[in-house]
Nanobody
Framework: QVQLVESGGGSVQPGGSLRLSCTAS????????MGWYRQAPGKEREPVAA???????SYADSVKGRFTISTDNAKNKVYLQMNSLKPEDTAVYYC??????????WGRGTQVTVSS
């Protein structure tokens, strides 16, 4: 069993920054990728960013140039640095872990609110 715990969410004004962190623990023998999804009120959950075990990254078009994903594989951690935040970034952000042969593991989410 795998547990994912997110932290770092909160409220910020437009143009501000937040850094999300996620720590994975449990039965983790190998990792294909870690990443972040988000779900805004009334909308479907969507991928935000991902990073593979070989450190290849991918981003949603809406966050490119503003968000940066990074990882500490030795500690099973993933981070999301979010700069130049916009009100449309308001959502619950979920950490995910992709292991070989398994469906995605999900954290419980952390709220990010961007408002003046």
């Amino acid at each position: 069993q795998v547990q994912l715990v997110e932290s770092g969410g909160g409220s910020v004004q437009p143009g501000g920054s937040l850094r999300l962190s996620c720590t994975a623990s449990g039965s983790i023998l190998a990792i294909n990728a870690m990443g972040w999804y988000r779900q805004a009120p009334g909308k479907e959950r969507e991928p935000v960013a991902a990073i593979t075990s070989s450190f290849a990254t991918s981003y949603a078009d809406s966050v490119k140039g503003r968000f940066t994903i990074s990882t500490d594989n030795a500690k099973n951690k993933v981070y999301l640095q979010m700069n130049s935040l916009k009100p449309e970034d308001t959502a619950v952000y979920y950490c995910i872990l992709q292991r070989p042969g398994f469906s995605k593991d999900w954290g419980r989410g952390t709220q990010v609110t961007v408002s003046s």
